[in-house]
Structure formats: C-alpha cells, structure tokens
T-cell receptor, first 114, second 108 residues
Framework: NAGVMQNPRHLVRRRGQEARLRCSPMKGHSHVYWYRQLPEEGLKFMVYLQKENIIDESGMPKERFSAEFPKEGPSILRIQQVVRGDSAAYFC????????????FGPGTRLTVT | GESVGLHLPTLSVQEGDNSIINCAYSNSASDYFIWYKQESGKGPQFIIDIRSNMDKRQGQRVTVLLNKTVKHLSLQIAATQPGDSAVYFCAETNDMRFGAGTRLTVKP
C-alpha cells in the first residue's frame, strides 16, 4: 500500500507564474489536508477537503490560493501569481473517513519563487 | 533531558539517555492525540497515538503519557539514538493545527 504521494517534490517558479501542487492520498483515504511549512516553523493548516467538497478552508489566504479534490485524480493546490513569500514546503496528509484516525503525510513539495 | 512544551523548542540529549518531550493542548474536548516525527527535508511521520480514555500507551522505545487534568501530553523516548534526531510535533485531531514542535538533537 503506497503512502501519500506528492509531486513535484521541488518546484521553482518566477514571480507572477502559477504553481500547481499535486497530492495522491493513500488508497482508501477520502480526506485530504494541506499544510504549509516555513523553515524552522511548524505546520500551518491551510485546507481540509473530501472528494468534491471543501470542508474547511479557514487557513487558506483569501486570494491567489485554491484547492480541489475531484472525484477522480489527485488533490490539487493551486497558487496563482506566486510571490516570494509563497516559498515554503507544502505538505498534504490523508486520512480515512472520520476524525479518530491518524493522518499520514506525503514527502512535501518545496516551492521556490525566484 | 526534558523540554517544557513548546516554549523550549530545542532539546539536546546524550546518546543512550532517555528523552522527554512535552506538549500542551488547549481543547479539553479533544479525544485523540498523535505524535509525529519530522526529519530534515522530509514529511512528518506518525509515531504513536493515544485516545483520551487512556493515560498511557507504549510503543517500541516510545511511551506517550496523557494528563487530561492539565491538558498535557508527553513523549518519552528510551535509549535515545542519533537516528531519533528530528523535530517532534504533537497534534490533537479535533484541531487541525500543529505547534512549532521540539527539535531533538542527540549527541554521540
């Protein structure tokens, strides 16, 4: 059973470009979470999705950021018109349905905005 | 060595010693807690979990203690090894937020 997959592992974008980060949850997991991590800091919650549904996006910046988890395919975190401050590691985690279950994290995508 | 929750973000111990990492949580209704380990350049890795109806749970070389009265969680690592060097986070699954974690450094 493969773990949580994220791609790309490293992404370099110039200011103003778009960044698309992909997350494939563990098999059978229908809940996906996205987190952002700056160097030497903790994980900052961004968004919680179930398939075709955004459950909680209270951690998402109001502009330029969006997330989806379609019925088929990976979850996508999209950042439009990236700025240098978007440079960070972005992790997704997946979970079986329900709340009393551990979340399993992917290896992360390291976004660098030049 | 012992760290006092998230106010002391680093903990340095000698190889072979026991480590204790502490964590305070805020939601008294939380019913499930997890400890994660994050090595440099990697994603957080699940270590051990505990439900709120338990006070203690043991794994391989790790023990988690839960004190609901003071809303405190601790992770004990026995016979700490260099491979244990990492940042350790606690999480309550009712709350999707994580603290900054504690960086554990093991000196040979």
């Amino acid at each position: 059973n493969a773990g949580v997959m994220q791609n790309p592992r490293h992404l370099v974008r110039r200011r103003g470009q778009e960044a698309r980060l992909r997350c494939s949850p563990m098999k059978g997991h229908s809940h996906v979470y996205w987190y952002r991590q700056l160097p030497e800091e903790g994980l900052k919650f961004m968004v919680y999705l179930q398939k075709e549904n955004i459950i909680d996006e209270s951690g998402m910046p109001k502009e330029r950021f969006s997330a989806e988890f379609p019925k088929e395919g990976p979850s996508i975190l999209r950042i439009q018109q990236v700025v240098r401050g978007d440079s960070a590691a972005y992790f997704c985690a997946s979970q079986l349905s329900g709340t009393v279950n551990p979340r399993y994290f992917g290896p992360g995508t390291r976004l660098t905005v030049t | 060595g012992e760290s006092v929750g998230l106010h002391l973000p680093t903990l340095s111990v000698q190889e072979g010693d026991n480590s204790i990492i502490n964590c305070a949580y805020s939601n008294s209704a939380s019913d499930y807690f997890i400890w994660y380990k994050q090595e440099s350049g990697k994603g957080p890795q699940f270590i051990i979990d505990i439900r709120s109806n338990m006070d203690k749970r043991q794994g391989q070389r790790v023990t988690v203690l839960l004190n609901k009265t003071v809303k405190h969680l601790s992770l004990q690592i026995a016979a700490t090894q260099p491979g244990d060097s990492a940042v350790y986070f606690c999480a309550e699954t009712n709350d999707m937020r994580f603290g900054a974690g504690t960086r554990l450094t093991v000196k040979p």
